[in-house]
C-alpha cells in the first residue's frame, strides 16, 4: 500500500462482521491491483455522514449492506435502473465526487442460481421485502413467469409490487405464513430467502415451516454465515437443490468488481474460497 493505492469499502451496522474485505482483497491481490478494501460499522443514523466521508475522502467505491440499503437512495447524486426500481443500493461508484448507486444483489442471485437451475419461465418465491428482496423479486421476475414476494409486514410486499407494476413488471405480494408458503411452495421451481433469519443470533430459525418444501424446488440463502443454515438443512432433508449465500456473495461482488473498475473476468474461485475460509474460521 502507498499513496496511490485505491480504497473500496463496506458499510453497514455489522460491517466489521462480513466476509466481504477477505474476499475483495483476495481478488485485488490475485489481479495485482493495487487496492485495499476494508469495513466500517455504520451505525443507523449515521450513514449520510459514512456517504460524507466517501465523497471527502475520495473512496473509489463502496459496498452497502443492512440496514442501511434503502437509506443510501436518497443520498447520491444517480442510481442505476436496478437501484432505481428496487429503491435499495448495495454499490457506490465515486466518480470525481460524484456518487452513483447500484443494486447487484439481483444478479448475484440469478447467477447463483443458474449454477443449480434455469431460471427462465419458472415460478419462484421470494422471502423478504427489504432491499435485498426486492432486488432479487425484480431479477427473477425479468426472467421466470411467476414470482411472488412474501413479507411479514403484507403492505410492505404491497407497497414493492406496486411500484414494479408501475414499471411494468408483475410481481405478486403475498404474507409470510405457513399456511401461504406451503400453498405456494407445492408447486414452486426456486426458493429464496432474503432475509436475516437464519443468521446470528437467529441461527436456528428458518423461515419456512416444517414440510412445505419439497424434490425438486431449487433455494437459495442469502445468509452465507452459516453456511449451511437451517433453512439449507431442512431443504437437503427434503431433497431440494441448494445454493449456499457465499455463491450469491461471490457473484454480487463480481458485478461489483466490474462497475468499480472494469473487471470482466473477476478470480471467481479464489474469491469464493477466501470467503468460505473467512465463514469457516471467522
Known amino acids: 500500500m502507498n499513496s496511490e493505492t485505491r480504497v473500496y469499502c463496506l458499510i453497514g451496522g455489522r460491517a466489521s462482521r462480513s466476509a466481504s474485505p477477505s474476499m475483495l482483497n483476495s ?15 455504520v451505525p443507523k443514523g449515521e450513514l449520510s455522514e459514512a456517504v460524507a466521508g466517501i465523497r471527502a475522502l475520495g473512496i473509489e467505491g463502496a459496498n452497502v449492506t443492512t440496514p442501511h440499503k434503502t437509506e443510501a437512495v436518497r443520498l447520491l447524486d444517480g442510481l442505476s435502473a436496478e437501484a432505481d426500481a428496487a429503491q435499495a443500493v448495495n454499490v457506490i461508484k465515486n466518480a470525481s ?20 437451475t434455469d431460471v427462465d419461465g419458472g415460478k419462484a418465491v421470494v422471502i423478504g421485502a427489504g432491499g435485498t428482496g426486492r432486488a432479487i423479486a425484480l431479477a427473477l421476475a425479468k426472467r421466470a413467469a411467476d414470482v411472488a414476494l412474501a413479507n411479514r409486514s403484507f403492505e410492505k410486499a404491497e407497497a414493492a409490487a406496486r411500484r ?55 433455494v437459495l440463502d442469502a445468509v452465507y454465515n452459516p453456511l449451511k443454515t437451517r433453512l439449507l438443512r431442512q431443504a437437503e432433508s427434503a431433497g431440494c437443490r441448494v445454493v449456499d449465500g457465499v455463491w450469491m456473495l461471490v457473484y ?18 479464489v474469491m469464493r474460497q477466501a470467503a468460505l475460509d473467512w465463514v469457516v474460521g471467522g
Open 27 to 41: 481478488a485485488f491481490r490475485e489481479l495485482g491491483l493495487d487496492c485495499v478494501y476494508v469495513s466500517f460499522d
Open 97 to 116: 465526487g460524484k456518487l452513483r448507486g447500484f443494486n447487484t444483489d439481483g444478479k448475484g442471485a440469478v447467477k447463483a442460481l443458474e449454477r443449480v
Open 164 to 218: 414494479f407494476e408501475e414499471l411494468g413488471v408483475r410481481v405478486r405480494p403475498l404474507p409470510l405464513s405457513p399456511p401461504v408458503l406451503r400453498e405456494e411452495l407445492r408447486d414452486a421451481d426456486i426458493l429464496v430467502n432474503a432475509t436475516t433469519l437464519g443468521s446470528p443470533p437467529l441461527e436456528d430459525v428458518s423461515p419456512v415451516p416444517s414440510g412445505a418444501l419439497r424434490p425438486g424446488l431449487t
Open 252 to 269: 454480487q461482488a463480481a458485478e461489483a468488481l466490474r462497475i468499480w473498475a472494469g473487471i470482466s473476468d473477476p478470480p471467481l474461485r
